[in-house]
């Protein structure tokens, strides 16, 4: 029995019995399976008695849903995919958690086994190289509120000096005022306020200020 | 003797304000020698002494990246004024420091002038004034110039620096060893004066310097000096500059308590919002245009009733023959064909004005960037279009609030395929006539046709003429300021003032001509037979005929045989040149009706029996696209000069034809 054989509800379903384990001593309980995953009774019900079909759930009183051993691996398997995907969402694109979480639970469905490893080796080599020498992030990956310092900007000297000009330089604290997609970036820098195509953002690197 | 003062300093630092407080109305606008940038000077007189003000456009420095900061350069190069006034913004005083920092160097007598420091109080800020004057080592005047506060300072140090010259008493420090090779470079150039040559020394070392050449040992140093600090000397150079505008401000700058609320960013938070900005940004174009509009509207109509009461009066005086028409037809109408967009200009100016120096513009800019980019053109590109819908002549006028040229000449190229109110009795006449049933989708058809040909049209001439636009949006936000009302006002007058002066001359002879072309040769209805007698109505159609126009529209008519267009249509069209609405009324003229309008029921039987449905909706589209109205074309000489313009009126005809054949093509294939 391998991930891919189970549909995406069966996985959601796998996921939060494992989830609610977890936290509740090693059980899950009808109820509180239904509400995590908004749906009535009876539909849940259903589900369940699929998986318990396919062997990857028990349900040895009619209140205590627990994990079999091959559930268990699968669900261990589906959380694993989950946190990788958030963990790039959240720390390499620098998306806000929250989003980063309804957006991880779509797409890790999606990812075939192929697609997910190359993720972890990319991951892997990432965390080896460039983020731990530099730390820092385009202005294009920052959000709203953030505040940074200068590093580097990229390209040629013409961009940097017509920048330095509006008293963006190396060294000046940034603040991002608006980051929405599509749309230039707004920093603050100083007392001014200043208006940045994504093109020319995305060259400017700014160390984060935790 | 006049002496020369120029006034430099960053965008949206209130410089045009205390430009206006020392000139008051007497200025001119003409642009830069060579290039489309506005350049505005002045003049005023204090205690005896007459003075020639310049104000350069605002830049944040001279390196000659864009080409208003070329122009700085240039000026300060080939012609240093006699005083240079640095005008600063104190609320933000540490980044305007680092442009007082190049011109300090040009070495020309300046003065600082700290302008709104009503608002640096508010927010906090305490700036030594007199420490500011010493490090800087020219005299410093407190200004708020909305309120023309420090004006009478400004005046006496100016006064005070003119009876004694004296140039900046600050070196501004680069690290010792750069201080060397500044020094032998100073020295192997042998020029008079000890700042004129570290000028002309840092020039060079720039890069900007391509004249003067230095000695192998010198180059061989400056290599070395780069090698040392891994940095190219040019870099050293702005370094030292940043630091000393830093030095300058942590001396002079103190926060008093903690920053007030930041209210400009608060509103930001809604007026620049991706869909709340945009609702708002709506809201204020709707007023706009209303303002301009339905305002200008009655106003305009006080006009033509006065131009006509004039010429009642004037053809009631003079006896009948060529002068009275010369006068009251060509001249008097010409005149009024001019001052009919008076209205319109003045009132576009008063909102753009007040819109420019609320700081709304920019948010304006940042908000539409996105939508217009795709269409091809730029954020402030949607004044220009909006405005064309209701006149294209101030629409023209309004491309000068954008930032390049490639984003004015585009824009204007594309804004007369916004279908004016001109051309409206046009549609009325012909959609009533022919499209009885679908009046409002025949109507709404031709506007977007409009649109689209626009859209198209903006990528093809920005991809053509000027290749892939790649220059990212790099724009400051300035703090929301209540307008400076006496600005305000001073640039709506100096807009129409230009108005009048250049197109108003070129619309008035343009009319004369075309009256001129339109009454001559004069038929001769007095060898006809007393039986033969012709209505008025009739004499006119004659007249018009035979005169040069008329030869003329027989002349081109087979060009428009593919259109279907025959000599009568392209007669209504040529004089549809003048002003969009005439084809109206010059049809009723040709088709033996007399002075008619769109709501005619008689002119519209004639049409229906003249042409065919599919005809006529394309003659709707020629109208829409082809060559613009005298008045526009006026403005667009003067705004671009000759070449655009021909250009303007060949490829609006172009398209216009191509467009109408293809609507044709499509009518006759479906209808």
Known sequence: MKLEDLTDTQQNYLETVYFLSEKYHGFAQLVDIAKKLNVKSPSAIEVIGRLKDMGLLEQPRRDKIILTEMGLELAKQLADKHNTILDFFVNVLRVPRALAEEDACKVEHALGHLTFSRLCDFLEHLDSESIEKDNTVPLTMMNRGEKGQLKRIIGGKGKANRLAAMGIHEGEFIEILQNKRGAPIMIKSGESRIAIGRGLATQIHVLLKE | ?671
């Open chain 2, 1 to 671: 003797m006049t002496y020369k003062i120029a006034i430099a300093g960053n965008p949206n630092c209130g410089k045009t304000c205390l430009f206006n407080n020392l000139t008051g109305a007497r200025q001119k606008t003409g642009n830069w020698p060579g290039v489309t940038v506005e350049q505005k000077s002045g003049s005023f007189s204090y205690n005896n002494l007459d003075f020639e003000v310049i104000d350069l456009p605002g830049t944040y420095s001279i390196s000659a990246y864009s080409i208003e900061e070329k122009v700085v350069e240039k000026f300060v190069k080939e012609s240093p004024p006699d005083i240079l006034i640095n005008i600063v913004d104190a609320t933000n005083l540490k980044r305007h420091l680092y442009f007082t920092a190049q011109l300090i160097e040009i070495g020309v007598p300046m003065i600082l002038v700290l302008n709104m420091i009503d608002e640096a109080e508010k927010t906090g800020l305490k700036i030594d004034a007199e420490k500011l004057s010493t490090m800087l080592g020219i005299p410093v005047v407190k200004t708020i110039a909305r309120t023309n506060f420090g004006t009478k300072k400004l005046l006496a140090e100016i006064v005070r620096l003119i009876e004694n010259p004296s140039l900046p008493k600050t070196k501004i420090d680069y690290s010792y060893q750069l201080e060397e090779t500044i020094e032998s470079i100073r020295k192997s150039l042998n020029i008079e004066g000890e700042i004129q040559g570290r000028k002309a020394a840092l020039a060079i070392l720039e890069g900007k310097e391509t004249a003067l050449k230095i000695d192998a040992k010198t180059e061989d140093s400056i290599k070395k000096l780069e090698r040392k600090f891994n940095e190219p000397v040019i870099d050293m150079i702005e370094g030292s500059r940043y630091g000393f505008a830093n030095g300058v401000a942590r001396m002079c700058i103190k926060k008093s308590r903690a920053a007030r609320f930041d209210l400009t960013s608060k509103i930001d938070n809604y007026l620049t919002h991706p869909v709340f900005g945009l609702i708002i940004f709506g809201i204020f174009m709707w007023i706009t245009f209303q303002l301009v509009f339905t305002i200008g509207g009655p106003v305009m109509n006080l006009i033509e009733l006065g131009v006509d009461s004039v010429a009642g009066l004037v053809a009631s005086i003079l006896p009948e023959g060529f002068v009275q028409s010369l006068v009251v037809d060509g001249i008097i109408n010409g005149v009024g064909g001019v001052l009919v967009f008076l209205p319109n200009i003045l009132l576009l100016f008063l909102a753009i004005g007040f819109l420019e120096d609320t700081g709304y513009m920019a948010r304006a800019a940042f908000v539409t960037d996105n939508i217009m980019h795709k269409m091809g053109l730029h954020g402030k590109s949607f004044i220009p279009m909006l405005v064309g819908f209701g006149c294209t002549v101030p629409a023209i006028m309004a491309t000068k609030g954008l930032d390049t040229k490639k984003q004015r000449l585009v824009t204007a190229l594309v804004t007369p395929f916004m279908s004016c109110s001109a051309r409206a009795p046009v549609y009325a006449l012909f959609i009533s006539a022919f499209f009885s049933k679908n009046q409002g989708l025949i109507m709404f058809s031709i506007y977007l046709v409009g649109i689209l040909t626009a859209i198209i049209m903006a990528h093809i001439i920005g991809l053509l003429f000027f290749g892939k636009d790649k220059t990212p949006l790099l724009m400051e936000l300035p703090p929301y300021r209540l307008p400076a009302f006496k600005s305000v006002i001073t640039l709506m007058w100096m807009r129409g003032k230009m108005f009048l002066k250049k197109a108003g001359t070129i619309i008035l002879v343009a009319s004369v001509v075309s009256w001129f072309l339109l009454n001559y040769p004069k038929s001769d209805f007095s060898e006809r037979p007393a039986g033969e007698k012709l209505t008025p109505a009739e004499m006119s159609q004659a007249q018009i005929e035979n005169s040069y126009f008329g030869k003329f529209g027989k002349f081109i008519e087979p060009a428009f045989k593919p259109l279907d267009f025959d000599w009568k249509i392209s007669m209504g069209l040529i004089t549809g040149f003048a002003a969009k609405e005439v084809v109206v009324s010059t049809l009723g003229i040709i088709y033996g009706l007399g002075e008619t309008n769109e709501k005619s029921d008689n002119l519209k039987d004639i049409i229906k029996k003249e042409i065919s449905p599919v005809t006529a909706y394309s003659l709707m589209i020629f109208v829409l696209l082809y060559i613009p109205c005298l008045g526009v074309v006026s403005v667009f000489i003067k705004e671009f000069g000759f070449k655009w313009t021909s250009f303007l009126v060949f490829y609006t005809t172009v398209v216009a034809y191509v467009v109408a054949l293809l609507a044709r093509g499509i009518g006759l294939l479906f209808f």
